[in-house]
């Protein structure tokens, strides 16, 4: 089964307007982490934000924010504002089990978000 | 640049040969993660290391894929007899000793291996 299922492989969006990653993910765990990451087309991979199980809050960095559900599974990405700086890929990932120092992550297949100007 | 470094960055060797693949973590820094990413797909985790120890490769392949974190030098991810279905990009990451919940990785730039 999947462990963290991201449905749109690819999105257009205009320039200035928000825009929703949906990310659904798979744990029997009670503790665990989820992490948005970003890769350009230069290939490197961005953290952008975290959101842990026990956080009460949705995380929030500048212009990203994680809308988390714990109940429905899904912990989808906010980009309020888009840029044309943001058209890359984005993939949700997540850490099970707060295993201490062992930050292994399983990540989804990714979405390709692209901005029109 | 204190980053997470890679090298090389882009290698092509033929079938039946070696790939070693060479990652320097961040200062302070003495976990390493390998992760492989196919084409068009996300990250698969292959291995975490700690200097001299292999903390979990649960992820490696059983043949012909090993890598090692010495107390002095580089983490080497190597590859030894590669075929087609090796071409992928490498990424390394690494994470300081346990200090917090967040534990951010910090990853490299990866290292594209094409296999002709």
């Known amino acids: 089964a999947q462990k963290i299922t991201q449905t749109q492989p690819g999105m257009f969006v205009q320039e200035k307007e928000a825009v929703t990653l949906d990310c659904t993910y798979d744990t029997s765990d009670q503790s665990y982490g989820l992490f948005w990451y970003k890769q350009p087309s230069s290939g490197e991979m961005i953290f952008l934000i975290y959101?842990?199980?026990?956080?009460?809050q949705n995380a929030t960095e500048g212009r990203y924010s994680l809308n988390f559900q714990k109940a429905r599974k899904s912990a989808n990405l906010v980009i309020s504002a888009s840029q044309l700086g943001d058209s890359a890929m984005y993939f949700c990932?997540?850490?099970?089990?707060?295993?201490?120092?062992?930050?292994?992550?399983?990540f989804g297949t990714g979405t390709r978000l692209t901005i029109i100007p | 640049n204190a980053g997470v470094m890679q090298n090389p960055r882009h290698l092509v060797r033929r079938r039946g040969q070696e790939a070693r693949l060479r990652c320097s973590p961040m200062?302070?820094?003495?976990?390493v993660y390998w992760y492989r990413q196919l084409p068009e797909e996300g990250l698969k985790f292959m291995v975490y290391?700690?200097?001299?120890?292999?903390?979990?490769e649960s992820g490696m392949p059983k043949e012909r894929f090993s890598a090692e974190f010495p107390k002095e030098g580089p983490s080497i991810l190597r590859i030894q007899q590669v075929v087609r279905g090796d071409s992928a990009a490498y990424f390394c990451a690494s994470s300081p000793p346990p200090q917090g919940i967040t534990g951010e990785l910090f990853f490299g730039e990866g290292s594209r291996l094409t296999v002709l």
């Open positions: 959101q842990g199980s026990y956080d009460e």
């Open positions: 200062k302070g820094h003495s976990h």
């Open positions: 990932a997540m850490r099970e089990s707060f295993n201490f120092g062992n930050e292994k992550l399983t």
């Open positions: 290391l700690q200097k001299e120890n292999i903390i979990d």
